[in-house]
């Protein structure tokens, strides 16, 4: 049985209840890896998974993904649940709007 992987709420936590976005863990490549400096750990700059080395081979298998530039983790997860906020009352509108719709 394979684990399958879901998109991040508002909060950064795995939800398995409901997917926000077709973009999920799974449909990313994890192109560009960048470090975020307040962990220490090295994160996809689109999903946020982290990647945690436990040896050299590893470390070598993404060091072509991996980059040198400055990224600011913070700021991009907070887009990122502003993102998901917009999508949940777009959802929410949506579902009135189609209840409304019924009602007449």
Known sequence: MKKKLFELDKNLIPNVEKIYY????????????????????????????FFDFDNKRQYKAFMHRMS????DFEQMEKDYSKKVVKEEEREEMDHFLKELYMMY
């Open 22 to 49: 077709n973009n999920s863990f799974i449909d990313c490549s994890h192109k560009v890896i960048g470090l975020d400096v307040r962990d220490n750990i090295w994160k996809c700059t689109v999903c946020f998974y």
């Open 68 to 71: 040198k530039d400055y990224y």
